[in-house]
């Protein structure tokens, strides 16, 4: 414990900024993936012919290693930042779009018929019954999604974008068991945080009575 507090404190400095680092990239990250999912979800939910397509190509996309999906960026993108993030966002996508369209598709249609009847338009009913009602298994999409980016979000310093995984990788090499725990357990927090935060947030926002 005593050479772990050492380490911490000489490495200050390389911690904290790679900390920085790796929060930008996450919440990047998952700000493009969310902006993207959540309108393709919603989307695919009225489409549903083309759903399947869409929930594939992402679930493809998610099953490439993702140090081979960084190194294949490398030559279209170039080595830094826009090439961790191309790749974290494109790992992000799927959670978020299959949670959505789970969500939207899996309300009763007892209460979608009820509110048609009521005089309700799509977009009303979309707006005030599937969204709300879909918000868990939205908020649960986001949150794995968030916990995945965190954890893959240590493999950009291989394409030069830092983070805490830069602190990991030294310690590796010099075989310094004290600069890897210090690079994996911000890391970990952070995902802990991150998901603490979002269940906190799906639950102020989630309709009384649908709490999950």
Do not use: C
């Not at 790749?87 to 978020?96: G, S, T, V």
């Not at 994996?184 to 309709?207: G, H, N, Q, R, S």
């Amino acid at each position: 414990m005593q050479v772990f507090l050492e380490t911490i404190i000489s490495r200050q400095d390389l911690i904290v900024e790679r900390t920085i680092e790796h929060l930008y990239l996450s919440f990047v990250a998952i700000l493009v993936a969310v902006a993207i999912s959540l309108p393709l979800g919603i989307y695919i939910s009225r489409k549903r012919k083309v759903a399947e397509f869409y929930i594939g190509v992402t679930a493809v996309l998610q099953t490439i290693p993702s140090l081979a999906l960084f190194g294949f960026l490398v030559p279209v993108l170039g080595i830094g930042a826009t090439t961790a993030l191309v790749a974290l966002i494109i790992y992000a996508l799927l959670p978020i779009l299959r949670n959505t369209y789970t969500g939207i598709t899996g309300v009763d249609e007892g209460i979608i018929e009820a509110g048609e009847g009521m005089g309700m338009t799509k977009r009303q009913i979309l707006w005030k019954i599937q969204l709300p009602l879909s918000l868990p298994f939205m908020m649960a999409g986001v949150r794995t999604a968030t916990v995945l980016t965190v954890g893959v979000a240590t493999l950009a310093t291989f394409v030069g974008a830092g983070g805490l995984g830069d602190v990991i990788w030294r310690g590796l090499q010099s075989w310094n068991n004290s600069l890897v725990l210090a690079g994996a357990i911000p890391v970990a927090l952070m995902a802990l945080v991150f998901d603490f935060i979002l269940k906190t947030v799906e639950k102020k926002v989630t309709p009384k009575g649908i709490n999950s």
